[in-house]
């Protein structure tokens, strides 16, 4: 897939202390890793990917067809210092939500050390500044308050509850003013 047509669709973004790039194919085994872990499948979902290729196929099927279309998507998180994969970050095209979410989920072991803030930040930035988005939403589980606390530290305001279509969990939903 070419993402030719956004001049930032292959863009890596740089915070002090972390690296975003487009997530690739290459990037299978840390998706596989972080979607079955239980606090990921808790409170974002169970994806259903059982395999490195079902992790594959996420990718091919969910994050690069977004970035071709829009020139921005799901970001891996690289740490700086030490090169490490800790999460991913993004901006998505959601069902049953009319403006784009901002998403991030971490491995465990890199929690609480403001990388998902540092990293949520930067491509909020990207989403308004560079690709002009004139607002950004952000869905959350009611129990989840570390997510609630950064989406409200990044300026969304709550907004209501939202029920995403085929889902059944009723979500809190954030908008930017």
């Known amino acids: 897939m070419s993402l030719k047509n956004h001049p930032n669709g ?3 973004y740089e915070t002090e202390r972390l690296i975003l790039q487009p997530m690739s194919v290459d990037d299978k085994e840390f998706i596989f890793e972080l979607y079955n872990r239980p606090k990921f499948i808790r409170y974002i979902g169970e994806r259903g990917i059982k395999t490195l290729s079902d992790a594959e196929n996420y990718i091919l099927n969910r994050f690069l067809p977004q970035f071709d279309k829009l020139g921005y998507g799901n970001y891996l998180v690289v740490t700086k210092d030490k090169g490490d994969k800790i999460g991913g970050v993004g901006i998505f095209e ?3 939500l009319d403006v784009v979410d ?5 491995l465990e072991e890199f929690e609480g050390k403001g990388y998902a803030y540092e990293a949520a930040q930067k491509v909020k930035s990207i ?4 690709f ?6 952000a869905i959350t589980s009611k129990d989840n308050f570390s997510s609630q606390k950064l989406i409200e530290k990044l300026g969304l305001k709550f907004k209501n509850y939202v029920t995403l279509p085929n889902e059944d969990e009723e979500l809190m939903y954030y908008e930017t003013e």
């Not at 989403?127 to 560079?130: E, T």
Request: charged share 35%; proline share 0%; no cysteine.
């Open 102 to 106: 901002i998403g991030f989920s971490l």
């Open 94 to 96: 959601r069902e049953g």
């Open 10 to 12: 292959s863009k890596v």
């Open 127 to 130: 989403g308004m500044d560079d």
């Open 132 to 137: 002009g988005l004139k607002k950004i939403s």
